[in-house]
Structures are given as C-alpha cells and as structure tokens.
C-alpha cells in the first residue's frame, strides 16, 4: 500500500534484483509511485543499476521530505492520461470540460484509472473499457469503506460525456510547441514532469497576431482571385509568421507560426529563414548615423556597374531602384522612406564594405555576405532572430534578446527563471533619428498602409526579388512585431505582392486589435534629452552631437580629420 511502504518496496524490489542478476540487466523496475515520481522528474530513463540506485536514495529522501498527500498529489499533476494530455488537471479539462473540483466520482475514477495504460483505457477510443477500468476503481473504494452504497450504486450507474477534443484546440498551439522544443534539451522529460511553465506571451495579443496574420492572407488570395491570378497551388503555398516583443523587456508577446496550425505545425516564426530584403535597411542606416549621419545627410542615388568574379568568369553586376529611376542626390530620410536600393549602395561603399559588416556584426546579426548585397538585405533570417536585431532601434540603442519562457518550476517546487540578455549598442540620441525617419516610411512612404490612427508607428517594408518574401518590420512606443509573408518552398507569390501591400496591413489590423485591447499603450514616442531639432528645408530634422546639423557639418577646423 502506498500509504505504508516507506517510498520503496524492499521486498518488490529484491524479487526484482534477482531477476536483474539473472539477465545482466535491468529487466524489472519494482517501482512505487514514490519512485515513478523521482524517475519522472529528477531522473533519465536509461536503464542502468547507477540510475535504479539512485532512485531509491531520492525516493528515500522525499518520504522524508513530503507527506504522502504531497507526493500524490505531484505525482498526480506529472503523469500521462493518454491523447497528449499531462497532469490530472490538463485531462479533467480535456476530457471532460470541468475543473477538478467539479468532477463527478465516476469521472474522478475514470482518470485515476487511465494511468495505468492510457492508450487502452482512453474513453475517447475505447469508451466501454475506460467505464469498466472506473467501475472497477468504484468498486474498490466501496470496499473499503470509503463510499456508501447509495454514492456506489449511483457512480456505477454513470455515464459521463466525454470530449474527443485535440491539442489544436490549443489556444497558443505554436507557443506550446515553441516551449517544449526550447526546454526539451534542458529537461529531458518536459512533456511528462508535472512541470509548471510561465511564459511572456499575452493571449489576447496572441489571438490578435493570429487573427491579423490569417487577415493579410485572406486579402492576398482576395486580390488573387480578383486579378484572375489564384490556383489552389498557390493557396496551399502561401503563408506567413508574426513575432511581437515588448522591446524594453525583450518579453515576448504574441508569436504565430503559421496561418493555420490544423494545416501546418511548422513553425515559421522561429524555424524559417528567409531573406529580409530591405527590411534589413534601418540597421545599415543605424551604422551610419553612427559614425555621423543624419536624416538630412545628402546621398548619392545613381546607377554603378560593378565587376565581380565567380569561378575565373568575370561578371557585371548592376544594381536597380525598385521604380528602375534614380534621383542623382536625395536625403538619408527619402532613402529610407522610399527604399532606395542605390542610395543604400553606394552608402555602403563609401563607408566601406568592412567596416559596415564588423559595425553590423556588433548587432548579434548571423552570416553577414562578404559583398555589396548586403545592402539588399541577402542575409537569412527567422522572424524572431530579426526580433533580436530591430530591438536596437524599437529600444534606442539597447539590444535585447527575446524571450519566450520566464521560469519554469518542476513537482518539487524547485524553479529555474530566465532573464535576457542587454547590451547598448548605440545612444538612445542617435537610435532617435532613426526612429523619427522610420515613422514616416509609414506617413508617407512605402509602409503607409501600416498606418493607424492615434498611435505612433514606425517600420520598414521589405520585399525580395520577384515577391519571393514580403515582410513589414516596426514598433510603437512599447510594442515591435514583424510580419513575414511566402511561398513555403520558396517561389514568388501572387504577382504584385510585397511588404507594403501583404505585410504592412496585418501589421496595422494588429496594432489597432492592441487599442482595443490594451487602451493605456503608450501612444507617443519620447524624446531624448540633448536632441537638437531644426528644419531642413520644410524637414523638422534631429541632430546630436555626433549626428550635426548640415552648417555645423559643412565647417571643417584645419586640425579636423576627415571620415571619409
């Protein structure tokens, strides 16, 4: 009996021994509930006589430690009831749509004997027997003497409904997911352990990342249909991720991996890589305002030809606004508000390949090309690694990694918390004037159907080559989401289908679900103290000291060294 033995059955356990010593292995646990616990949370389940040994010392332990209620009731809250259900409390919800407290006995029964073999006994497949398993429980206890014949008689006579409902009734499939697969190297037994997750994510900005991505796909095949352009093919190709941080914290808060769960498990949030295209451009802004440019700086936005060499075969590359124009000279703001893949170019090449790259790889940011395509944004990327990197703008200056799981805690109260990882990259004075450019790629540039009315944005739009990757990157004062919408196999979408067109309005249909459901965001962008603000022009333009004014810049001291 579980309420006498001492937390191991010596006499079990020496009936097991022999039979061990005489296949020279391990062939027979002898386990109490005691040991299944500690072999479930504390223990791998390889079979060796260190690991058996070990078992009975912690299961020793505990007995001294806990009472049997308390170990019950861990061991209770850990073990699988069959249909992807762990914890008594998970399977009273799933099978039967009830909080513990309001469990029926027969239910009760139901589950206490489903253990035993979930597969067998599940009432979802095998009703009759699972009936029969909870009789049998009902029956004992009456034998005991710890139900009446009335409360026994009734309980055999029950019925209960059972719900053959799945894990993608989930509400957050994809973070479930996402948590086990970050936690399975750490504890071995994650799906099993009776653990006790928190994690950052905010379901209702969940539910409205997930409705606002399922938006911008809806409006894409709408616009297929309508330009005769739509096959079913491409429909089934066709999907999208959002990753949506508080930056401050690096928390995340909302993280869908997919259009449809039900379709597709594949996390695209976090396990696809795709090209950002010019969505990468902020950040080779950011390293310029850096060294000392400025939203008013003047750049060079004309064609050049450059020559390249692969395998002996010289080559000719010529590099395209998106509109096939060029300006001759425009602001840093124009180049960003309206893409300028030239002026972003020969910007690159005047402040120097190799410096650009060791500047960039000071963000965390992965495999930087050796060329002038990274100026096109040619690295790959999962929207939440970009997470990472956009958080040195949304947070002026200061990288955050995101992060996903704040503590875990197993059946013995012991909890591991997680905390980020900061790092300032640049001033909040000098990230500023990039956020002040950004907010009007969304006024008035590429990004403008990101706009939302009574809160400031800022973004980037950014699209591949032949409208392979459409993504729409930006924050509010408190919140950065990225939105990523392709072809899973990588061929272009629907013709006419970019950042600004698929992207930016399931980024403003989210952002207006988060006034509606959080009305105290924060609507505006502070300040930093020591900004100077001219205009240039009829440009209100942002100036440090790093970053001057155009006059200020334009007077150079004999003792003054050139950057450039």
Known sequence: MFFEHPGVNIDAIFRAIIKDVKARKLVEGASTITQQLVKNTLLTREKKFSRKFKELLFSLKIEAELSKEEILERYLNQIYYGHGYYGIKTAADGYFHKDLDDLSLKEMAILVGLPKAPSYY????????????????????????WIDDTTYTTALAEEPEVFDDTLTKNRAPY????????LKGEFKNVKGGGYKITTSI????????????????????ERAHEAGDFNQTLMDKLNGALVSIEPKSGDILALVGGVDYKVSQYNRAT?????????????????????????????????????????G???????KNYGKDYKGFISLREAIVHSRNLATINLVTDIG???????????HIKNLPPDLSLALGSITVSPLEFSRYYTVLSNYGTEVEPILIRSVENAFGEEVHYDNIKEEMTTPQQAFIMIDVMKDVIKKGSGRKARVAGIELAGKTGTTN???????????P????????????????????????????AFAEYYKEILNTHPETKRKFDEPEGMISTYVGKQKEYFTEISKPPMIQNIQEDNEELLF
């Open 353 to 363: 390949l190799t410096t650009m790259r060791r500047a960039l790889s000071r963000f």
């Open 175 to 182: 973070i479930v997911d996402e948590v086990l697969r970050q």
């Open 478 to 505: 408190e919140i950065q989401t990225i939105i990523w919408y392709g072809n899973d196999d990588n061929t272009p979408m629907f013709k006419g289908e970019q950042g600004g067109r698929t992207a930016a309005p």
């Open 466 to 476: 032949k409208g392979v990757d459409a993504w729409f990157c930006g924050f509010s």
């Open 313 to 319: 075969e010289e080559k000719k590359w010529k590099p």
């Open 271 to 311: 396990q696809g890589k795709r090209q950002p295209g010019s969505a990468f451009k902020p950040l080779i802004y950011q390293v310029a305002v850096d060294l000392g440019y400025s939203g008013a700086s003047q750049l060079v936005d004309i064609a050049r030809t450059y020559d390249y060499e692969v395998d």
């Open 122 to 145: 599940s009432p979802t497949r095998h009703y009759e027997q699972s009936m029969g398993r909870g009789n049998r429980v009902v029956s004992r206890m009456h034998q005991l003497g």
């Open 202 to 221: 905010d379901i209702r900005m969940q539910e409205a990342g997930r409705r606002a991505l399922k938006k911008g796909y809806e409006l894409a095949m």
